[in-house]
């Protein structure tokens, strides 16, 4: 595959701010607190008050309490993170227990600030309106949290335990874990704030998943055509846009091309449309929309440099094609070949 960068030097100098480790490390860190002082805030905010059945460790420790109703939540949750997490680094070893610690301590930290804090419970009176922003905000505060790399703890060690014992699949296990948790709850609560309760589950599920892929929208686009080089020219000089040029093979013919790649901002789409259409009217062209983008030209600065052996004045030379896609050129032309010969073969035989 060649791949074509409008003012790409490879020299990494042009790196934006955030691309270096302690600024990474910085964003992690700050996802991972931000994440779990929303959680901590919502249970105790929202759930707590409302009697709002929830999942995980947390769902455990309201049970609990009911049968302890001297000790807070977060005390429970803690003993039982820190357990969970003990019995993690038994199982499942040493590096999955350090990239577990943090959500396992921040977690009922947050939760016994904000237990302390007066009125905190009476932010609504409305059940409905308190289990909507619950799934909301939790939504937003696992994809906080999942979105660097890390976990939530409590029960999804749990989890990974039993799918590792008993090699079954680890949604099953979470499945069984909130079915035993939330039917705990709903035994002192009744069926309204368990329904309540799982509207908070569908909201959290929904909110999750676009959090864990939210990003800037781009669009891209992939054309082929045989006027592919004109194309290409076109693009880089007349947008200003970055290209990728792939080989490829028709179907039908097994005639070996090109196509190009190209992603874009929604609002160059149509521009990008029309230089295509103007090169070849034929061309078939593919639309599709990405969630998120990153690398060069997106996430990080493109530098600025003359047109040069990798700009829009001149051929892109064949050595910078690897090894590994010539010895797939020539084995796709042996492939070719043999058709060929066969097709040559079986009219001879007739």
């Not at 013919?253 to 090169?279: F, G, N, P, T, Y």
């Not at 040069?308 to 042996?334: F, L, Q, S, V």
Request: proline content about 3%.
């Amino acid at each position: 595959m060649l791949y074509v960068w409008e003012n790409y030097t490879g020299d990494g100098n042009n790196m934006r701010p955030y691309d270096k480790p302690w600024k990474r490390f910085a964003v992690t860190t700050l996802c991972i607190l931000a994440g779990n002082a929303i959680l901590a805030f919502l249970v105790v905010a929202f759930v707590i008050p409302h009697d709002i059945v929830m999942g995980g460790t947390t769902g455990i420790g309201i049970v609990l309490q009911r049968l302890a109703p001297n000790v807070d939540v977060s005390y429970i949750v803690l003993g039982l993170n820190v357990a969970l997490l003990l019995l993690g680094r038994l199982v499942l070893g040493r590096k999955f227990a350090l990239t577990t610690v943090a959500s396992t301590l921040l977690y009922p930290a947050f939760m016994w600030i904000f237990e302390r804090i007066p009125g905190i419970g009476n932010m609504t009176d409305n059940s409905l309106l308190a289990a909507l922003f619950a799934g909301v905000l939790m939504g937003v505060s696992l994809g906080l949290v999942m979105r660097v790399g890390s976990s939530t703890g409590g029960m999804d060690v749990l989890n990974l335990i039993c799918h590792k014992v008993f090699h079954l699949p680890v949604a099953l296990f979470v499945w069984i874990g909130d079915i035993l948790v939330v039917g705990g709850q709903a035994i002192f609560i009744g069926p309204e704030k368990t329904m309540l309760g799982i509207i908070v589950i569908v909201l959290e599920s929904i909110i999750l998943d676009k959090a864990m892929i939210f990003g800037k929208p781009q669009i891209e686009l992939f054309v082929i055509s045989k006027k592919f080089e004109e194309i290409r020219r076109r693009l880089l000089d007349d947008l200003g846009v970055g290209v990728t040029l792939s080989v490829i093979e028709t179907g039908r013919l097994c005639e070996e091309q090109k196509a190009v790649i190209c992603v874009i901002s929604q609002r160059k789409m149509h521009d990008a449309i029309e230089v295509v259409h103007s090169c070849d009217p034929l061309a078939f062209i593919t639309v599709t929309q990405i969630r998120e983008v990153r690398g060069r030209g997106f996430t990080v600065a493109r530098a600025n440099v003359a047109a040069g052996p990798y700009g829009t004045d001149e051929e892109i030379p064949d050595e910078i094609e690897t090894a590994t896609e010539k010895n797939r050129r020539e084995a796709r032309r042996a492939k070719r070949e043999a058709r060929k010969q066969a097709r040559k073969d079986k009219k001879t035989a007739r």
